[in-house]
């Protein structure tokens, strides 16, 4: 066995195969259904390295975010049950997540198409990668890995507002017919979902996935002299192109999350059929 088979032990290659070639069909006739893309994690596949990766990055990120993360977040976190001393067995959190909002967290092999990624938020399905970054590279990130999405975006999904927001999104989503709805509802997930600021008690707090799970990025957003940092205002994020591959220099910072509901459903509400 290689060493980058060793490193997906948590994944079984043959169920991951079929998984994607569900999502990469999904949507046309006869694929319709989720449920096909999800897989199953097995958690002994993990490594101790693997372990390690997580243990090294919660500890380095839970030291800085208790007076820096929306307190919305923090109390996710605690009420799904992130733990310091190791990566977080998916079935073990959905049954503290689920009675909460509804929401749970589905593994997926890696990449999945945009219509099904919305699919699953649509039905308060997050699709989950389970892989983690290697333990050298812990700072670096070039796609989502079980740090950015378990420990960055699921304890969100442990409030009721957001949790609304967020399936809201994957509905609308599914409505958007062209290449400008597309782009913006890109854009509104970026400078949120991924990218969030909130001001919380006279304080900037993140609550993005992007910034949560990054311990270079976070500081950046809420430090860096160079960063734009605009109240968050519906029109101005479907218009405000983003970047990928480095820090970002724009931000925007919602008043409360009750902000961020209201947006997205004056959004969907012009996505839906006449
Ligand atoms: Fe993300």
Redesign the pocket.
Known sequence: MDSASLNHAMIDDQEAQAAQTAADAFGQPGHESIEPMFINQRYDGYTEDNQEAWRQLYAEQMAYLPERASQVYLDGAEAIGLKPDGIPNIEQLNARLEPRTGWNSVPVPGYIPAKAFFACLAARRFPTTIVIRPLERLDYLPE?DIF??VF??VPLHADPVFADFLQTYGQAALHATTDQQTEELARLFWFT??FGLIQEDDRLKVYG??LISSPGESRHALESPEVDRRPFDLEQVIATPFEIDHYQPILYVLDSFDQLREAMLSYAGRLQPA
Do not use: A, L, N, T
């Open positions: 989502p950015h999405d960055g975006h979902v991924e996935s992007g």
